[in-house]
């Protein structure tokens, strides 16, 4: 199947004909590891949040979740 399609300035990819953001072109690669990686542990939380049914928790695990995609894109 190989790469998918990208526009010219790299920050999207062409998936069955919609557009999907991918990371900012310009991003380092350590940087992006590591806004990946906040990313997944912030998804945890929410995931553990939902569990426990703690609004502050969640909320919290929330915007953490906003800032690394705020990040990446």
Not at 3 to 24: K, S
């Amino acid at each position: 199947m190989g790469e998918p399609l990208r526009t010219p300035d790299g920050r999207y990819i062409v998936v069955r004909g919609r557009l999907w953001r991918t990371v900012n072109p310009d991003r380092s690669e350590p940087s992006r590891q590591a806004l990946v990686k906040a990313l997944m542990a912030a998804r945890r939380a929410v995931r553990e949040a939902l569990k426990t049914k703690d609004p502050i928790a969640l909320a919290a695990a929330r915007a953490g979740v906003q800032l690394a995609k705020e990040g990446l894109g």
